[in-house]
């Protein structure tokens, strides 16, 4: 089970047909601050920050993000220390949850909301095998701006417009693009393409498959549906067993893997051993990060070798750009640890490597469009304001 990996270039955002104009900080620059709206006072806003319980799927990942609080309190820390947001200091109410425990995310929804009574929650919440829905409970039933690491265009389109951000491009759109990308060089003319999808997203993902081998004239294969619910993926391994058999009698010899969860390295190494020749794509860029993985394990063959996938810079180059290197500093100075560049990490005793840098980035981006958006909602911001603000932001620079 992979999470969240790839390098965040862009904002997804739902946002409504009315387009009002925003409220900017620039036009009220004095105005008294308020107790505006939920979870902000005159000095302080509230948010709750959700992250991964690394330890309850140690059993799917060969990986950590390193301490999250301290990642967390390092970067408000030094939000706080240059001015806060508009002149308020941010205080966070902080959780650490487990995937694989789905009464835990729901609680979460109304702890932050009714309880801390928060203005937004950012983070990773409510991940797969989940299909998200916890995300509308933030971001619809309780009307709270959630900022999210991982959500769908599907879950954004179910949530209140604007009030659902992510700072990556949606799964949806990213098979299509991969998809048309395929077509236009034609790396796939004459193959027998199949797909294999988990519960979550195999409805969007046949479809686009379904367009794309009309439009190239490609054969298909049958699709595979994998339901992976929990800790054990005997069932799922046994899906795939069946429909490795039926792929190898129809002669298919490309596999679009569409979703987190089915780019994980169990499942990878088993279609990699029935099918050494396939070929491999996948709309999951965090495929890279599982490789690099394997590399580090001294898996030979790498099953992941000669994948086609699509993401952008590399973990390398992402960490080198300078507002990343902004915030590694922040931590560093906070903490007087170094982050370890992607480049040089190594396994620990345990057989994991410990990604701080991931963590770092992840929040990085969380709180500077949380900033951004703030910013230009105005001194008082309401969630009228900051859905103004989404509506008329235009493009966003995340780190």
């Known amino acids: 089970m992979a999470v ?13 047909d009315k387009k009002t104009a925003a409220t900017t900080s620039a036009s009220s620059s004095n105005a008294p601050l308020t107790a505006s709206f939920r979870g902000i006072t005159a000095t302080e806003i509230k948010i709750g920050v959700v992250v991964v319980d690394f330890k309850c799927i140690a059993q799917f990942v060969d990986f950590t993000q390193g ?16 001015g806060g947001i508009d002149g308020r200091q941010v205080k966070t109410v902080f959780k650490s949850l487990c995937p694989l425990n789905p009464q835990d995310t729901a609680a979460a929804c109304t702890s932050f909301t009714d309880d ?24 619809k039933d309780k009307s709270t701006v959630l900022i999210d690491e991982l959500t769908t265009g599907k ?5 209140t417009p604007g009030l659902l951000l992510t700072p990556h491009i949606a799964p949806e759109r990213q098979l299509k693009a991969l998809l048309a990308l395929l077509k236009q ?15 979550n997203n195999q409805d969007t993902a046949q479809k686009s498959l379904k367009d794309f081998a009309t439009a190239s004239g490609v054969k298909t ?11 054990d993926t005997t069932a799922a391994q046994t899906q795939l067993d069946s429909f490795i058999e039926k792929w190898r009698q129809q002669g298919v010899n490309a596999l679009v893997m569409s979703g987190l969860l089915v780019s994980a390295k169990q499942f990878v190494e088993k279609i990699r051993a029935a099918l050494p020749d396939i070929t491999l794509i996948s709309d999951d860029s965090g495929s890279g990060a599982q490789a690099n993985d394997e590399v580090k394990a001294g898996k030979t063959p790498n099953p992941y070798e000669g994948m086609i996938t699509l993401s952008g810079l590399n973990d390398d180059e992402t960490f080198q750009l300078p507002a990343v290197q902004a915030c590694v500093k922040a931590y560093q100075d906070a903490t007087g640890e170094t982050v370890v560049a992607p480049k040089d990490l190594k396994p620990g005793p345990d057989g994991k490597t410990t990604r701080t840098f991931e963590g770092l980035e992840d929040r990085c981006n969380e709180l500077s469009i949380l900033k951004q958006v ?15 603000a989404v509506n008329n932001m235009g493009k966003l620079k995340v780190p």
């Open 116 to 139: 801390e009574q928060v203005f937004a929650v950012i983070g990773i919440y409510d991940t797969p095998p989940s299909d998200g829905s916890q995300q509308l409970c933030v971001a």
């Open 67 to 82: 301490d999250a609080q301290k990642i967390l309190n390092s970067l408000v820390d030094n939000i706080n220390k240059n």
């Open 185 to 199: 060089k034609n790396t796939l003319s004459g193959k027998t393409v199949a797909l294999l999808a988990d519960q």
């Open 374 to 388: 703030l910013e230009k909602a105005g001194p008082n911001p309401t969630n009228d304001s900051w859905i103004a």
């Open 221 to 231: 294969g049958d699709t595979a549906v994998l339901t992976i619910t929990g800790t």
């Open 4 to 16: 969240m990996m790839a390098a965040a270039l862009i904002v997804t955002a739902c946002s409504s």
């Open 155 to 159: 879950t954004i389109a179910g949530a």
